[in-house]
């Protein structure tokens, strides 16, 4: 995977609590045999109408959020199902970071398996982004190296994340690449012990 280590992108404001995995990638669409592809269901519900056409009242059809790669959207994001399709939605469809006051655990740890940046932020500055984002295009950096989050206009705050979720993402590992960072001590084991 891509490694994450500072990322400057537009911002989307989804100003809604408690988006839940069925929100973001509906059941019906979970059936692909493979990772990829997911990005054209993201948020399938309120992107596009009945007869399948896009909502002009759903703000991320909106010409002005063309090209977003970071999300900041309400608290406990990503809640209900443990579907990992949920970052591989996100992901893409060009999001590289969410930011929220709070995220469902599965999903927070689905993300950082898959290379997709969760950034807990408080509420108080939740609401600044999400108004910065609505009223103009807003661009944020996420640095993941210097746990900072900061504008081109005075806004600058820090993030905490636990260590193995950071040195995942700053190496690209997946959870089998972490496995391999210990092969050396495994063969060890393995000249020792028989393994079935
Ligand atoms: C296994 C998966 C498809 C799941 O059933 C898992 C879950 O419900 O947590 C879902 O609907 O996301």
Not at 64 to 89: C, D
Not at 110 to 131: M, Y
Request: hydrophobic share 35%.
């Amino acid at each position: 995977m891509e490694p994450f280590k500072q990322h400057t992108g537009l911002v989307y404001p989804l100003n809604r609590t408690n988006v839940d995995t069925d929100q973001i990638i509906p059941k019906q669409f979970l059936k692909r045999i493979s990772r990829q592809g997911f990005g054209q269901y993201l948020f399938y519900n309120w992107r596009f109408d009945k007869k399948d056409r896009p909502r002009e009242d759903f703000s991320l059809n909106f010409p002005k959020y063309k090209g977003t790669s970071i999300l900041v959207s309400g608290e406990n994001f990503g809640s209900g199902s443990s579907r990992e399709h949920a970052p591989w939605a996100l992901q893409d469809y060009g999001f590289k970071a969410i930011i929220a006051p709070s995220f469902a655990d599965i999903f927070s740890n689905n993300c950082t398996k898959n290379g997709l940046l969760p950034v807990v932020l408080t509420d108080a500055e939740v609401s600044q982004l999400i108004k910065n984002a609505e009223s103009d295009s807003y661009h944020l950096t996420v640095d993941l190296e210097n746990l900072k989050v900061y504008d081109d206009k005075g806004f600058e705050t820090s993030f905490t994340i636990d260590e193995y979720s950071r040195s995942m993402l700053l190496n690209g590992w997946d959870e089998i690449a972490v496995t391999l960072t210990h092969e050396d001590k495994i063969t060890e084991f393995e000249k020792h012990h028989v393994v079935y």
